[in-house]
């Protein structure tokens, strides 16, 4: 039973610590509280992503070999996606702008307050998002400062031609509306 949470991150990959748990009450017949300390307690092989938190303390664990490839970093996207966190809405923004956004879009289309009490801002969420290594910012032509994917190096000026087409086409439809 020791070796259950390894055997799980070994057949479905990097996975919220709450999914693991629930495994382990589904298909072990544990308790949820022993299920969440048989988790919290492997510490052998199992990793934890730093920076970034999920709701009701959950956290994002993986094997070290798991780590960049890419389930891992598709399931961490899913699983940001999934839980709804702010951290989730500013990927699915980039995700929904096919992985490049200008850094002045970002605070718009990531959908958080600017300076609100109990809210992450836009900074922050850029931040720890950039301190796991997910996000980053470069410099793209033609379009200034970008966030993008950390794994989508050497895309970005294929990424850009889509942006400026799209800015380029809103530019001439206001022009037209005028």
């Known amino acids: 039973m020791s070796d259950a949470v390894l055997d799980y991150l070994s057949a479905y990959g990097p996975s919220l610590t709450s999914?693991?748990?629930q495994f382990l009450i589904d298909n072990h017949g544990l308790k949820p509280d022993a299920a969440r300390q048989?988790?919290?307690r492997t510490r052998t092989a199992v990793k934890r992503l730093a920076y970034i938190t999920f709701p009701r303390k959950a956290r994002f664990i993986y094997l070290q070999k798991q780590y960049g490839s890419p389930e891992?970093?598709?399931n961490l996207v899913e699983?940001?996606?999934r839980t709804r966190s702010a951290y989730g809405l500013a990927i699915?923004?980039?995700l929904q702008r096919g992985g490049l956004i200008p850094v002045k879009h970002f605070a718009i289309a990531c959908g958080a307050p600017m300076?609100?009490?109990r809210h992450l801002s836009p900074d922050t969420i850029f931040n720890r998002l950039k301190q796991a290594q997910l996000l980053d910012k470069v410099l793209v032509s033609g379009i200034g400062e970008c966030i993008v994917f950390s794994q989508y190096d050497g895309r970005y000026e294929f990424l850009a031609q889509d942006v400026r087409s799209e800015a380029n086409y809103?530019?001439?439809t206001a022009q037209g509306h005028q």
Do not use: K, N
Request: proline letters at 0%.
């Open 79 to 81: 699983a940001l996606i």
């Open 72 to 74: 891992y970093w598709e």
């Open 92 to 94: 699915e923004s980039i």
């Open 115 to 117: 300076m609100q009490a």
């Open 38 to 40: 048989r988790v919290s």
């Open 19 to 21: 999914d693991v748990a």
């Open 170 to 172: 809103r530019v001439r």
